[in-house]
């Protein structure tokens, strides 16, 4: 054999290997990114089933006789503004930062919500409002475990999309940093309940 016939095998060997390398780079990354898309929506999923206990907490407050009516109308206006940030896949940084800003403020509103609840023993007492907020906590449960599978499933792929030689691959075929779900300052104050 000569020298050039082993050279043009080399290259080749090392052709294949490069391009098994990469095929299997770009099928992990594909994945890693469904997961985190699949997190993502499980994430979704459970946000909405909390905004769908809000009318049936809001019909139940309303019964009580003269309850404070603002604080509906910015649990109602609240909701409203959750339900106009949707998104098809995992958001870019922006966009998850406008899904807090929309949760957050949700959130909020039924904090005081429930502190102005406090004042109505009588409401507190109905069965269909014990239920709501039983419900209601076991949402926001939910809520917690999977914002954690979303950031995990999303540091899984950062991690892999960092390493190299995957880096290079994914820098090439536009695959990019994910946001974490992170946080917003004052989230983890509970509100003040004064008798």
């Not at 294949?16 to 992990?28: C, E, F, P, Q, V």
């Not at 503004?81 to 957050?104: R, Y």
């Not at 792929?157 to 880096?167: D, E, I, L, S």
């Amino acid at each position: 054999m000569s020298k050039g016939t082993i050279g043009c095998g080399v290259l080749i060997v090392i052709g294949l290997a490069l391009l098994g390398t990469g095929i299997t780079s770009y099928n992990r990354l594909v994945e890693l990114e469904e997961g985190v898309d699949s997190a993502w929506s499980q994430v979704e999923n459970v946000y909405q089933r909390r905004a769908d206990l809000v009318p049936n907490l809001v019909a139940t407050v309303k019964g009580a006789k003269e309850f404070e009516q603002d604080t509906l109308t910015q649990v109602v206006e609240a909701r409203a503004k959750v339900g106009q940030v949707n998104f098809d896949q995992a958001p870019d940084a922006g966009q998850l930062e406008q899904f807090e800003a929309a949760q957050s403020q949700l959130s909020s509103a039924l904090s005081r919500l429930l502190v102005v609840v406090e004042r109505y023993p009588e409401l507190k007492a109905t069965e269909a409002f014990r239920d709501l907020q039983a419900q209601l906590e076991g949402t926001e449960n939910r809520i917690a475990v999977e914002r954690r599978r979303f950031n995990d499933a999303t540091m899984n792929y950062n991690k892999t999309r960092r390493r190299f030689p995957t880096v290079l691959l994914a820098s090439i075929m536009g695959f990019g940093d994910k946001p974490y779900f992170k946080a917003s300052e004052g989230a983890e104050e509970p509100p003040k309940v004064e008798f």
